[in-house]
């Protein structure tokens, strides 16, 4: 079924390249990961509106077919609707652009001819850097993969942190390697603007008052193969006792994968579920203290040189695997057990050497302006 829609919508695109030219000032952001605009594709949004003469056009294929807030699908006229703008307005639009940023692989690419097109199609994909294999990496249906492969022929563009993550996406996409340009991404511009910064922490702190003075324990672990596993998540973090001890001045706060929410989140005044809150680097930046485990969340994280703890009580059993030794590489203390993890905190373990290695390795440059960058590169 999938592949029908793809079919179409590149029938669509197609018919519409017959009689459109790719305008190089029109500018289309493609988010295929999250609802809304937000992260890179945000990044690169405000950069656009900077200059004059271009036109950016922003749609999320999350928020076709499904209420954003509420979750629940739209009634039959408000899927109609949706179906329209999909197979029929967004393949036009993007016939009309000179650049496409996408934030995740889009297949609709494999059938779309672009060849003889002036369109740049630009991927800077949603997560930072490279330690946890990820898109064809990890794909074990042939079929799938050669859909990947075809789609991602037609990226011009690959953005990247550094240098040494290069072959990991060049894996993971099958791109050529001199279409990936580690340039770096645009969602790490924040880390290096004290006046942005500020102003993300005051807005959430308007939002969350009663947080203000407070110290903040985020804790984003990354989803498992199954629903099962997925609420084992919080069995094993048990808020309650890591509440005794950090202490009343601490407040946990708990972002799990927007994809894969679990209902067995404590929701109090010591522990706030922030799995719905719009854009997680908010919550980088208030943090004192992050927990993850495999997420990819940690490169971005890592940047802020703060303390950070992984809690990896599946370590044996986690399927995805890793481009490197997991133990070696990873930027903080690891814990195989709750017992271990109670232990570093009590503790305040922390590890400033490999969290440095960890930022040499996925970042080639810590002063930001990577948009800057990116755009000059796209001309």
Request: aromatic content about 14%.
């Amino acid at each position: 079924m999938k592949t029908i829609g793809y079919l179409i919508f590149a029938w669509v695109y197609n018919i519409c390249s017959i009689f459109c030219r790719p305008d190089p000032h029109r500018i289309i952001l493609w988010n295929g990961h999250n609802h809304g605009i937000n992260g890179n594709l945000k990044e690169i949004q405000n950069a656009y509106s900077g200059k004059a003469g271009y036109v950016c056009e922003a749609f999320a294929k999350r928020d076709l077919f499904r209420n954003p807030d509420s979750g629940m699908r739209k009634s039959l006229w408000g899927c109609i609707h949706d179906a329209f703008l999909f197979f029929v307005v967004y393949p036009c639009h993007m016939a009309r652009a000179g650049k496409v940023f996408l934030n995740d692989n889009f297949l609709p690419l494999c059938y779309m001819r672009t060849t003889k097109r002036d369109t740049q199609f630009v991927q800077l994909w949603h997560g930072a850097g490279a330690f946890k294999r990820f898109g064809l990496s990890t794909e074990t249906d042939p079929k799938v993969a050669e859909v990947v492969r075809s789609a991602n022929r037609k990226i011009t563009h690959l953005f990247v942190t550094s240098q040494a993550v290069k072959p990991f996406y060049e894996e993971a996409f099958a791109v050529p390697t001199e279409r990936i340009y580690p340039a770096g991404i645009p969602v790490t511009d924040i880390y290096f603007d004290e006046e942005r910064i500020c102003q993300r922490k005051s807005s959430f702190y308007q939002k969350y008052p009663e947080l203000a003075g407070k110290k903040l324990l985020l804790y984003a672990p990354t989803f498992r193969r199954t629903d099962e596993e997925n609420r084992q998540i919080m069995d094993q973090f048990d808020a309650e006792r890591i509440h005794q001890i950090l202490g009343d001045e601490w407040v946990i706060l708990i972002r799990m994968h927007p994809k894969f929410p679990v209902e067995n989140l404590p929701q109090n005044k010591y522990c706030y579920n922030m799995t719905d809150y719009n854009d997680i680097t908010d919550l980088y930046l208030v943090s004192d203290l992050f927990i993850t485990d495999y997420s990819s969340s940690v490169v971005e994280y890592a940047l802020l040189n703060k303390p950070i703890l992984l809690f990896a009580y599946d370590l044996a059993e986690y399927d995805r695997g890793f481009y490197f030794d997991y133990e070696d590489m990873m930027p903080g203390q690891i814990a195989h057990t709750q017992t271990e993890l109670y232990e570093l905190l009590q503790n305040n373990c922390d590890n400033l050497p490999k969290r440095q290695n960890f930022v040499k390795f996925q970042y080639d440059n810590v002063k930001g302006d990577a948009c800057g960058r990116i755009l000059d590169i796209l001309g």
